[in-house]
């Protein structure tokens, strides 16, 4: 107990070498954990898109094609496709469907395909549906608008679900305008609110709920009304497909469209996810850099400060040393100081860690997927404890071997 009340008074003596301590080890800790953190975020946000996407294609201009490999985003606005060329697409695609279900006689084995395994009698129509990309301001924020047809969407996007309000193609108005979870959140807008896109008033009939997709993110409005505000009349950014059929050769419709057109790329769901992903493996991977390099400087940092730390109280261990103290106990007086000061700073890393993970994601596109993890927490303090002991051990090895005399007398300073 003798002990425990002198650490306590060594604490309160202390607190001008306590603040720089816990600053430097907070900071560590933080950029550590951001890519733990930012790497389980990330998995999941991914997992949730490949969960949702199914059976689904995506037709995209060709120039879109290598910006969405390079970045993961799907969002291109300086890239588009004539809405009349729809037919030719969805021609050869129908056709390579049909041949595609022959090649394989049909599935018969399968249920719901139908007696004889014929093509014609099992193929449903798909559901293509256009969006238009644009940026504009909205409440002075640079948001992404989509022009949507309301009713193909909803058909396509088998995962939407609203969380409050009214689906758009209820109501047939041309100025409806549907939300994502975190654009409400985000802009403080609610249901019959009105927004301003380029000058014209919008009605939010419905906010989407959260789904860990790009679509959180954006204001819907409708097609045509989107076309006309941005003077975009004719064209759209992308086709998205949904096969009718749970086993339907979409790969042989993927070839076949790549193949026959100029100037379009047809992608799968899955592949834009997975160019997500591995964009995000990107930043995980540099985060993981510089997490590490940060948590070497700070024990070279802290063992400096650990010899300041300790000359400063050269006196108390010299004392230590005279009553009979073992290293055991000298390393136990510090310990229980750097033991709070350590629990303290690992919860604030922990703290400045999710902040920095937000921004990285609000940058990156990827929603914040993320609840309170205990297992966080305490890496953090035994990473935490890891340092802090690594660093003031090395540093009172070399203080203990000291006669008292010589340690009673120690004027070293942080570099002694």
């Not at 946000?45 to 290598?66: C, F, K, N, Q, W």
């Not at 084995?109 to 238009?132: H, N, Y």
Request: proline share 3%; with cysteine; charged share 20%.
């Amino acid at each position: 107990m003798r002990i425990v009340r002198l650490s306590l008074l060594f604490i309160a003596k202390n607190y001008k070498v306590n603040i720089p301590f816990m600053l430097i080890l907070t900071f560590a800790l933080s950029v550590f954990l951001v890519s733990v953190i930012f790497k389980e975020v990330s998995i999941k946000s991914v997992i949730s898109v490949l969960d949702r996407s199914g059976h689904m294609l995506v037709v995209v201009p060709t120039s879109a094609v290598e910006e969405i490999e390079k970045t993961g985003d799907v969002i291109f606005t300086n890239s588009f496709i004539p809405e009349d060329s729809l037919s030719a697409i969805a021609s050869i695609y129908d056709k390579a469907i049909e041949a595609g279900w022959k090649r394989k006689g049909g599935f018969v084995s399968q249920p719901g395909i139908g007696e004889g395994g014929k093509a014609k009698e099992v193929l449903q129509p798909p559901t293509w549906s256009p969006r238009l990309y644009q940026y504009a301001k909205v409440k002075g924020e640079k948001m992404v608008v989509a022009g949507v047809d309301f009713r193909k969407e909803y058909e396509v996007r088998l995962w939407w679900d609203l969380k409050e309000g009214t689906w758009p193609f209820d109501v047939e108005d041309p100025y409806a305008a549907l939300i994502g979870e975190n654009v409400h959140e985000k802009m403080k807008l609610n249901v019959y609110d009105t927004i301003t896109i380029n000058n014209i008033p919008f009605k939010v009939y419905g906010i989407l709920k959260r789904i860990g997709t790009e679509d959180d993110n954006m204001i819907f409005i409708p097609l045509k009304t989107a076309q006309n505000i941005f003077n975009k009349k004719g064209l759209v950014s992308m086709f998205a497909v949904r096969a009718m059929c749970d086993f339907c050769p979409v790969g042989d419709a993927l070839i076949q469209i790549n193949k026959s057109i100029a100037g379009i790329s047809v992608l799968s769901q899955q592949d834009i996810s997975k160019a997500q992903y591995y964009f995000r493996e990107v930043i995980y991977k540099y985060l993981q850099y510089i997490g590490l390099t940060v948590i070497l400087f700070t024990i070279i940092m802290l063992y400096l400060l650990a010899g300041w730390y300790i000359s400063r109280n050269a006196k108390d261990l010299a004392l230590l040393k005279a009553f009979g103290a073992k290293f055991s106990d000298m390393l136990m007086f510090i310990s229980i100081n750097i033991l709070l000061l350590t629990l303290l700073s690992s919860l604030l890393g922990y703290a400045l860690s999710l902040a920095i993970v937000y921004s990285v994601c609000s940058i990156s596109n990827i929603y914040f997927l993320y609840t309170l993890n205990l297992y966080h927490i305490l890496l953090s303090n035994i990473v935490g404890l890891a340092i802090s002991f690594i660093s003031v051990f090395l540093r009172l090895l070399k203080f203990s071997k000291m006669s008292f005399i010589k340690l009673y007398n120690y004027g070293g300073t942080t570099y002694g």
